[in-house]
Nanobody, 126 residues
């Protein structure tokens, strides 16, 4: 069973950048597609981005497309979320999640993923 741990969150001004890290342990990381989700105060959890276990495919929500980039390094059991041109509305707790050998139209759905990290706080000031 894979264990996920996020890091890299913090406080940044609008227009700035942050890089989030999702470190995996305890499973064969290369078999998992990884998604990033976020939850802002008082809102539902929202899909951000996902990368396939084959590393060939990615998908993004419309709200972050062109600003965020997801990537992975299976040699390091790590997934990254590079966030540029941050906006105050990007403020949320960001969590990564793992789905075993899945890549389909369901990658934006919470229930697709079997394993979740605890999350890291991102705060963007105006």
């Amino acid at each position: 069973q894979v264990h996920l741990e996020e890091s890299g969150g913090g406080l940044v001004q609008a227009g700035g950048s942050l890089r989030l890290f999702c470190a995996a342990s305890g499973g064969f990381f290369g078999s998992y597609s990884i998604g990033w989700f976020r939850r802002a105060p008082g809102k539902e959890r929202e899909f951000v981005a996902a990368i396939s276990y084959t590393m060939e495919m990615t998908t993004y929500s419309d709200s972050v497309k062109g600003r965020f980039t997801i990537s992975r390094d299976d040699a390091k059991d790590m997934v990254y979320l590079q966030m540029n041109s941050l906006k105050p509305e990007d403020t949320a707790v960001y969590s990564c999640a793992a789905a075993l050998r899945r890549w389909d139209d369901g990658m934006g759905i919470v229930t697709t993923y079997e394993h979740w990290g605890q999350g890291t706080q991102v705060t963007v000031s105006s």
